[in-house]
């Protein structure tokens, strides 16, 4: 039985089942030289980081936030559309721990996940590069073809479908419903959910999903902390929000609590959140809440981890009272690659 899967530039799990990448045009994990970047203006961090990043995959070195025009070369360059290609990855439980690779059609690719969610419903995480067009177009194609196949599955009567969106905040939920519902344009919804504060990657990129999304009906929900409550944990810790709001994202404590105990989890810290606060570091942007807030001294990486948490325990939440509302439903998250490698991000919990 294959279990894993590798396709376009997307990082995708599907329950325990991690995907990994590949490109045709720059192979699996292509390496970008890296640079060392020290800011000294107020800003978005978030912002900091697209620009930077855009600038890094463009092949432009700076020690400082790009400027504009630089920027949108940068924004230009990633935003280059490459063939997806699709991998199943065989495992060998032998030991000689040989797993094998074979080439698996797209259509095939897509029956099989949605086979696997079946009747029983859940949620499939694609784990995606914030500034990469590609990524978004092999979303926004991954979601028609999964939609579609459930409907020849069911003969029509598909249980509902649902995109989970990182890039929005809990408190939009009811802008994106009046956008689907087609009573805002799609300029106000992004004005309503203050895409360019809160978010700062380039909407365009993401045009695709919004669209399909609105022409298949398919309802999106907001999975994000709201900033306003992030501000508070990056400042003091989970002990700095408020006891309401806190339960408004962690619905079963004791269990956030457990799923940090084992040595795997501990393993996911060292790999993808330590780096993490390392890069913000390097950066020099810790100074900086997420809403480009000046705080008194650098963050800690205790809270800067706390935030990280309560980022992945709230989405997952977000997404469980979905599919819970809706029996056999499928939800599909859109979110950035850390959140779903080595499934301790989102989808263990």
């Excluded at 999304?213 to 709201?226: D, M, R, S, W, Y």
């Excluded at 950066?283 to 000046?294: A, D, F, Q, R, T």
């Excluded at 205790?302 to 509302?325: I, K, P």
Aim: aromatic share 10%; proline share 6%.
């Amino acid at each position: 039985m294959v279990r894993f899967w590798i396709s376009g530039l997307m990082l995708l799990t599907l329950s325990r089942n991690i995907m990994c990448v590949k490109s045709e045009q720059n192979g699996i994990y292509p390496r970008r030289p890296s640079v060392l970047c020290a800011f000294n203006l107020p800003t978005d961090r978030r912002e900091v980081i697209a620009k930077t990043v855009a600038s890094i995959v463009a092949g432009v070195s700076s020690l400082s936030v790009p400027a504009p025009a630089e920027a949108n070369v940068a924004m230009a360059a990633v935003s280059q559309k490459y063939p997806f290609v699709a991998y199943g990855i065989k495992a060998d439980s032998s030991p000689a721990l040989n797993p094998t690779l074979k080439s698996v059609p797209s259509d095939r690719f897509v029956k099989d996940i949605v086979a696997t969610i079946g009747s029983k419903g859940g949620a499939v995480w694609l784990g995606e590069h914030h500034n990469s067009a590609n990524d978004h177009s092999f979303q926004a194609d991954f979601i028609e073809k999964s939609f579609e196949q459930r409907r020849k599955t069911f003969s029509g009567n598909a249980p509902p479908m649902a995109i989970g969106l990182e890039q929005v905040q809990v408190k939009y939920q009811p802008v994106l419903d009046d956008f689907i519902m087609g009573k805002i344009s799609e300029e106000t919804m992004r004005k309503e959910v203050e895409w360019e504060k809160r978010w700062s990657w380039p909407f365009e990129a993401y045009r695709p999903v919004f669209s399909k999304a609105k022409e298949l009906g398919i309802q999106l929900v907001a999975l994000n902390v709201n900033y306003e409550d992030l501000v508070e944990v990056e400042k003091a810790g989970l002990p700095g929000l408020a006891p309401d709001r806190l339960k408004a994202y962690i619905k079963d404590p004791r269990g956030f609590a457990e799923f940090a105990g084992p040595l795997s989890f501990k393993t996911y810290v060292d790999y993808v959140i330590s780096p993490s606060y390392d890069m913000h570091q390097a950066m020099g942007i810790l100074n900086y809440s997420v809403s480009g807030e000046k705080l008194e001294n650098e963050m800690s990486f205790r809270n800067f981890f706390s935030g990280r948490v309560l980022w992945d325990e709230a989405m997952a939440s977000a997404a469980e009272t979905w599919t819970s509302a809706n029996p056999g439903g499928l939800l599909v998250g859109l979110v950035g690659a850390d959140h779903v490698k080595f499934s301790k991000g989102i989808p263990g919990r």
